[in-house]
């Protein structure tokens, strides 16, 4: 069973950093693109990041380019979401993803919430 878990959300203030990361398990991690999602009270869930299985940056939502960054260490089977100079409206649930031949996985989330 395919595992994702995410950690390393927190409640912070406009302007600081976190960095969230995702743990993988059951899958041949360094053969696949990961991605990072978040989702809004009240808003659909979108894509923040692509990360191809060489570490490329294949995607990254214009609302967060160059704030973001995103990274992977395929010997740990880890995926990184760097996050700065956070704003308010960067407050959501924040999922890690990876779409295998065997379906579309997620983790739990991680609460990230961003105050004034």
């Known amino acids: 069973q395919v595992e994702l878990v995410e950690s390393g959300g927190g409640s912070v203030y406009a302007g600081w950093s976190l960095r969230l990361t995702c743990a993988a398990a059951?899958?041949?991690?360094?053969?696949?693109?990961m991605m990072w999602y978040r989702q809004a009270p009240g808003k659909e869930r979108e894509l923040v990041a692509k990360?191809?299985?060489?570490?490329?940056?294949?995607y990254l939502a214009g609302s967060v380019k160059g704030r973001f960054t995103a990274s992977r260490d395929n010997g740990r089977k880890t995926v990184y979401l760097q996050m700065d100079n956070l704003r308010i409206e960067d407050t959501a649930v924040y999922y890690c993803?990876?779409?295998?031949?065997?379906?579309?996985?997620w983790g739990q989330g991680t609460q990230v919430t961003v105050s004034s």
């Open positions: 059951e899958f041949d991690f360094s053969r696949f693109t």
């Open positions: 993803s990876t779409n295998i031949p065997s379906g579309q996985y």
């Open positions: 990360i191809t299985r060489d570490c490329g940056v294949s």
